[in-house]
């Protein structure tokens, strides 16, 4: 397993921008930090990723085709919380600081101006108060503003309508759908491809 603290990551010029390791993006209900050592050595975070419930949307096959190990959880964070194309961050509920999930703006083109949305709240408890909704336009409003993305892309399981409702609620628009591409158990699914311009997002924070 590799030692994190060993490690001396080494940022691009362009990758400062994402603001680690400092970065804190604060809401009403949500405070986004960097993903640390302590989350990834907090018990809960493994048990979210052995939890059936939390994993059958993640359309993370070898999540679910057999418990992942504490070493293949920690090279993958390992390589995120390091990589300069990859903002990974935890979510926290802001009554007490409880650690209540992940979110991650991954593979950033810092070519094309673009990133991949994902996220997790792992505690099923927190599902239904907003906290995804919160997490997901502080971090966009972060990239769009601050990080200067251009364009942000999102992928759900079409089983999974509560992410794609929370999306589209931000500004995030359909823009395809793969036809039974993803497996759930023995069956399939049709995959939920979305995409958001800064000027969308802007345009509907302003209505709401
Ligand atoms: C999907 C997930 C991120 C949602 O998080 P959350 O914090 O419960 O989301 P929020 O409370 O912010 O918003 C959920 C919204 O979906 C709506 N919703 C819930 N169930 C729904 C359903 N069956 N159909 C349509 N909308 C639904 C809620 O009403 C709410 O919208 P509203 O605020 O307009 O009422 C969370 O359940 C999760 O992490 N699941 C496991 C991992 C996962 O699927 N991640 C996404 C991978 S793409």
Known sequence: MNDISLIEPTFTEASKRLGRPQVILSGQIVELVCFSKQHLGNSKYLEWLHDHD???TLNLPAYVARPISLEEVTEYCWHLMNSTNNLFLAVHDKRNNQFV????AGHIDWYSCTADI???IGNKKSWGNGFATEA????CRHLFSH?????????AMSINPAMINVFEKL???KEGIFRLHDRHGEEYCDHIHLGCFANE????KKRT
């Open 54 to 56: 939390v994993i059958k």
């Open 101 to 104: 999930g992940t979110i991650k």
């Open 118 to 120: 994902g996220i997790m």
């Open 136 to 139: 997901i336009r502080l971090l």
């Open 147 to 155: 990080v200067k993305l251009r364009r942000l892309t999102a992928g």
């Open 171 to 173: 500004g995030f628009v």
């Open 201 to 204: 997002f802007e345009q509907l």
